[in-house]
């Protein structure tokens, strides 16, 4: 059992930058593609970025372009995502996703993702 703790939520201001962490208890972490969804009140669970278990490659939503970057630390058992230029509609509950997946077409569905986090909060002001 893959256990997902995220960290790094809370209020930003627009223009803002945050930096979301998210730690895995398993041994195998490096085994497994992470991804990063987010949900808005209302709305369906969405993908923003993935990042492949090596770390070559990494996958992002238009709305992530260009503002996020996701990267990961084997050695620590953990994945990042670092949010730049934040915007009140990235407003969400972020998660953290463990999965199997190598190309971009499926690395961005939530289907393919086995294990998730608790979620944390990001909320950016006017």
């Known amino acids: 059992q893959v256990q997902l703790v995220e960290s790094g939520g809370g209020l930003v201001q627009a223009g803002g930058s945050l930096r979301l962490s998210c730690a895995a208890s398993?041994?195998?972490?490096?085994?497994?593609?992470m991804g990063w969804f987010r949900q808005a009140p209302g709305k369906e669970r969405e993908f923003v970025a993935a990042i492949r278990r090596s770390g070559d490659r990494s996958y992002y939503a238009d709305s992530a372009k260009d503002r996020f970057t996701i990267s990961r630390d084997n050695a620590k058992n953990t994945v990042y995502l670092q949010m730049n230029s934040l915007k009140p509609e990235d407003t969400a509950v972020y998660y953290c996703a463990a999965g199997m997946c190598i190309f971009e077409s499926t690395c961005s569905v939530v289907e393919r993702y086995g294990y998730w986090g608790q979620g944390t909060q990001v909320t950016v002001s006017e």
């Open positions: 398993e041994r195998t972490f490096s085994s497994r593609t």
